[in-house]
T-cell receptor, first 117, second 114 residues
Framework: DARVTQTPRDKVTEMGQEVTMRCQPI?????VFWYRQTMMQGLELLAY????????DSGMPKDRFSAEMPDATLATLKIQPSEPRDSAVYFC???????????????FGEGSRLTVL | DAKTTQPPSMDCAEGRAANLPCNHS???????VYWYRQIHSQGPQYIIH???NNETNEMASLIITEDRKSSTLILPHATLRDTAVYYC???????????????FGKGTHLIIQP
C-alpha cells in the first residue's frame, strides 16, 4: 500500500532546540501539506507545496518555522528555536492535482508527536 | 472557503445507519463537499466527496441537497471501528488544475454504541 511516511513518530525536546520533521509523500503525488493538531486549535493548515514550490504558508509562524521540499520525495518542517507552545501532532499529507481539475483526495501520514519541555 | 456547521457529537447503535449532517449554506459553485474522518491518534482519512450529485463508495454515501446548502454522510451499517471524529469540508477546485488545502473545523464525534 502506498502511504505517506513521517519521521520521527515521537520527539521530546527542550525549549530552544531545533526540531526537524520529515515527510515522504506518496510517489507521484505533486502536492504536499503540513498540518498541526492541538486539543485547543484542532487541525490547522501550516503550509502547502505544489510541484515542490511553496504556494501558501500563511498559517505558519514565520519567525521560527520553515518548510521546504529539497526534492520530490522529501518535505521538511523545521522549528528553530522550539517553544513549549509548539507541542502538538504535526501531520503531513500528499495529493495529486491535475490539469483536468479533478478534485483529489489527500492522504495523511500518521503524524509526528512533538513535546517541547 | 465556505464554512461548515456540524453537531459536536452523535451516538449510533452498532449495525444501524449513521447519518451525519453538515450545513454549508455559503458554498459556492466551484466548491466540492468532502468528508474525512479521524480515528483516535491516527491521521485523517478520506471518505468521500461530491459536487452536486449523490455519491456512493465502499465506505459511505453522500447526499447533497439540491440547493447544495447541506449534505448528509451515511454509514450504512456502523461498526465499533467507525467511532471517530468526522469532518465535513468544502474545498475549491480550479478548472485549470489544483486546489486549496483542506480547512478542518471541529467535526462531529461519532460514537458507535455496542
Amino acid at each position: 500500500d502506498a502511504r505517506v511516511t513521517q519521521t520521527p513518530r515521537d520527539k521530546v525536546t527542550e525549549m530552544g532546540q531545533e526540531v526537524t520533521m520529515r515527510c515522504q509523500p506518496i510517489l507521484g503525488h505533486n502536492t504536499v501539506f503540513w498540518y498541526r493538531q492541538t486539543m485547543m486549535q484542532g487541525l490547522e493548515l501550516l503550509a502547502y507545496f505544489r510541484n515542490r514550490a511553496p504556494l501558501d504558508d500563511s498559517g505558519m509562524p514565520k519567525d521560527r518555522f520553515s518548510a521546504e521540499m529539497p526534492d520530490a520525495t522529501l518535505a521538511t518542517l523545521k522549528i528553530q528555536p522550539s517553544e513549549p507552545r509548539d507541542s502538538a501532532v504535526y501531520f503531513c499529507a500528499s495529493g495529486l492535482d491535475t490539469l483536468q481539475g479533478t478534485a483529489g483526495e489527500l492522504f495523511f501520514g500518521e503524524g509526528s508527536r512533538l513535546t517541547v519541555l | 472557503d465556505a464554512k461548515t456547521t456540524q453537531p459536536p457529537s452523535m451516538d449510533c447503535a452498532e449495525g444501524r445507519a449513521a447519518n451525519l449532517p453538515c450545513n454549508h449554506s455559503t458554498i459556492s459553485g466551484n466548491e466540492y463537499v468532502y468528508w474525512y474522518r479521524q480515528i483516535h491518534s491516527q491521521g485523517p482519512q478520506y471518505i468521500i466527496h461530491g459536487l452536486k450529485n449523490n455519491e456512493t463508495n465502499e465506505m459511505a454515501s453522500l447526499i447533497i441537497t439540491e440547493d447544495r446548502k447541506s449534505s448528509t454522510l451515511i454509514l450504512p451499517h456502523a461498526t465499533l471501528r467507525d467511532t471517530a471524529v468526522y469532518y465535513c469540508i468544502v474545498r475549491r477546485k480550479y478548472s485549470g488544475g489544483g486546489a486549496d488545502g483542506l480547512t478542518f473545523g471541529k467535526g462531529t464525534h461519532l460514537i458507535i454504541q455496542p
